[in-house]
């Protein structure tokens, strides 16, 4: 089994968790939260490295898994529909795929909403005022209410890569760069 089928179903099946656990939070009218939950979620899981080792790792056992996830969902006050979907995937061994599992999330609420994520690189964090007015102009474009997936890569150097759906517009002084110098090569 190579990488791209391991990668393919564990998708699958945090999209299976993320449908059941969305469609709870729709049926108790408890959307917001759940949204509100899964961004929580996922800021915790960007900077905690050792979330990040305990939900990765063979060597920690179910109930140390359990206990952990528990005390998490405790102290964060997620909600029913979340928590419990955390405990059973703790259950079974699969919190391997939470990141998966947020991402899904959020793509479900998004189209509930009628919005689209855009996911933005930037070479230095965005203002609020910048991300805002990225955020209409994208509106502009696909018609849509976008949210915006900010990360930064300093590697860039200057300007942004915007992917929105399958769309991608590299303005970055690193791609700029990397132009000049293919077509240097096609010269000389």
Same mark, same amino acid.
Not at 76 to 81: A, D, F, H, T, V
Not at 113 to 125: F, H, L, N, P, Q
Not at 133 to 147: I, N
């Given at each position: 089994?190579? $990488?791209?089928?391991?990668?393919?179903? +564990?998708?699958?099946?945090?999209?299976?968790?993320?449908?059941?656990?969305?469609?709870? !939070?729709?049926?108790? *009218? +408890?959307?917001?939260?759940?949204?509100?939950?899964?961004?929580?979620?996922?800021?915790?899981? #960007? *900077?905690?490295?050792?979330? &990040?080792?305990?939900?990765? +790792?063979? $060597?920690?056992? &179910?109930?140390?898994?359990?206990?952990?996830?528990?005390?998490?969902?405790? @102290?964060?006050?997620?909600?029913?529909? =979340?928590?419990?979907?955390?405990?059973?995937?703790?259950?079974?061994? #699969?919190?391997?795929?939470?990141?998966? /599992? /947020?991402?899904?999330? *959020?793509?479900?609420?998004?189209?509930?909403?009628?919005?689209?994520?855009? *996911?933005?690189?930037?070479?230095?964090?965005?203002?609020?005022?910048?991300?805002? @007015?990225?955020?209409?102009?994208?509106?502009?474009? %696909?018609?849509?209410? $976008?949210?915006?997936?900010?990360? $930064?890569?300093?590697? =860039?150097?200057?300007? =942004? %890569?915007?992917?929105?759906?399958?769309?991608?517009?590299?303005?970055?002084? #690193?791609?700029? /760069?990397?132009?000049?110098?293919? !077509?240097?090569?096609?010269?000389?």
């Amino acid at each position: 089994m190579d $990488v791209s089928e391991t990668a393919a179903i +564990s998708s699958g099946i945090a999209a299976r968790y993320a449908t059941a656990i969305f469609e709870l !939070a729709k049926e108790n *009218d +408890s959307l917001a939260r759940l949204e509100e939950n899964t961004d929580d979620l996922a800021a915790v899981m #960007r *900077d905690s490295e050792d979330l &990040r080792a305990l939900i990765a +790792s063979p $060597v920690v056992g &179910r109930e140390a898994q359990s206990a952990a996830i528990s005390a998490i969902a405790d @102290k964060m006050e997620l909600g029913p529909e =979340l928590r419990n979907g955390l405990a059973l995937m703790s259950a079974k061994r #699969r919190l391997f795929i939470l990141p998966q /599992l /947020l991402k899904q999330l *959020d793509a479900l609420i998004a189209e509930h909403k009628g919005e689209i994520t855009a *996911d933005v690189t930037s070479a230095k964090a965005l203002t609020k005022a910048q991300s805002e @007015k990225l955020a209409s102009t994208l509106k502009a474009q %696909v018609g849509r209410d $976008v949210k915006l997936n900010a990360t $930064v890569d300093e590697s =860039l150097i200057g300007g =942004l %890569v915007v992917k929105v759906g399958s769309k991608m517009i590299d303005t970055s002084i #690193r791609s700029r /760069l990397d132009s000049l110098q293919n !077509a240097m090569k096609e010269v000389g």
